[in-house]
T-cell receptor, first 113, second 115 residues
Framework: KAGVTQTPRYLIKTRGQQVTLSCSPISGHRSVSWYQQTPGQGLQFLFEYFSETQRNKGNFPGRFSGRQFSNSRSEMNVSTLELGDSALYLC????????????FGPGTRLTVT | DQQVKQNSPSLSVQEGRISILNCDYTNSMFDYFLWYKKYPAEGPTFLISISSIKDKNEDGRFTVFLNKSAKHLSLHIVPSQPGDSAVYFCAASHFSGGSNYKLTFGKGTLLTVNP
């Protein structure tokens, strides 16, 4: 099976812009979660989707949003980018939300200048 | 409030010796604990897990120990190999009122295994 794929892998944006990141889960996986990784904070949970519904949300401002499509692919959007949004954004999928082990993609490295 | 803590940012061991990575948690609602390994430019990879009803789980060279009374878990790698050099994340799951689970991660420990 192909693993979790994320596009793009690298992205450079300017403050104030918005960005959309994409995640394709492992085939058959229906739950998708997003995490932000920064050197100082480690991995922080952003949100989780299952069957096109957001079921969990982390402690991030409303500038961070996401959605899931009927084929389980997911996108996350960050509007009005700030310098502090520079991070590695990781997507993870599981077959069902009850499965604890999550399978991560390689991440999208976002740099905001 | 950091609910999962890995107090050692880095650890260096000799090849063939034991590596012990530690993790503390504060939330007594956590019911499942996981360890992930992360190489540069890759996403974290699941390594081993343990349920709160157990105190030990072993998988080859990797063993995780859970001490619920101390809210402490540890990952033992025996024997350590240079290929084990990576960042290790401790994570905990939190039952949040339905069938939803999210992972709360520690900040990671960089393990370096020297040949």
């Amino acid at each position: 099976k192909a693993g979790v794929t994320q596009t793009p892998r690298y992205l450079i944006k300017t403050r104030g812009q918005q960005v959309t990141l994409s995640c394709s889960p492992i085939s058959g996986h229906r739950s998708v979660s997003w995490y932000q990784q920064t050197p100082g904070q480690g991995l922080q949970f952003l949100f989780e989707y299952f069957s096109e519904t957001q079921r969990n949300k982390g402690n991030f401002p409303g500038r961070f949003s996401g959605r899931q499509f009927s084929n389980s692919r997911s996108e996350m959007n960050v509007s009005t980018l700030e310098l502090g949004d520079s991070a590695l954004y990781l997507c993870a999928s599981t077959p069902l939300p009850q499965v604890y082990e999550q399978y991560f993609g390689p991440g999208t490295r976002l740099t905001v200048t | 409030d950091q609910q999962v803590k890995q107090n050692s940012p880095s650890l260096s061991v000799q090849e063939g010796r034991i590596s012990i990575l530690n993790c503390d948690y504060t939330n007594s609602m956590f019911d499942y604990f996981l360890w992930y390994k992360k190489y540069p430019a890759e996403g974290p990879t699941f390594l081993i897990s343990i349920s709160s009803i157990k105190d030990k789980n072993e998988d080859g060279r990797f063993t995780v120990f859970l001490n619920k009374s101390a809210k402490h878990l540890s990952l033992h790698i025996v024997p350590s190999q240079p290929g084990d050099s990576a960042v290790y994340f401790c994570a905990a799951s939190h039952f949040s009122g339905g069938s939803n689970y999210k992972l709360t991660f520690g900040k990671g420990t960089l393990l370096t295994v020297n040949p």
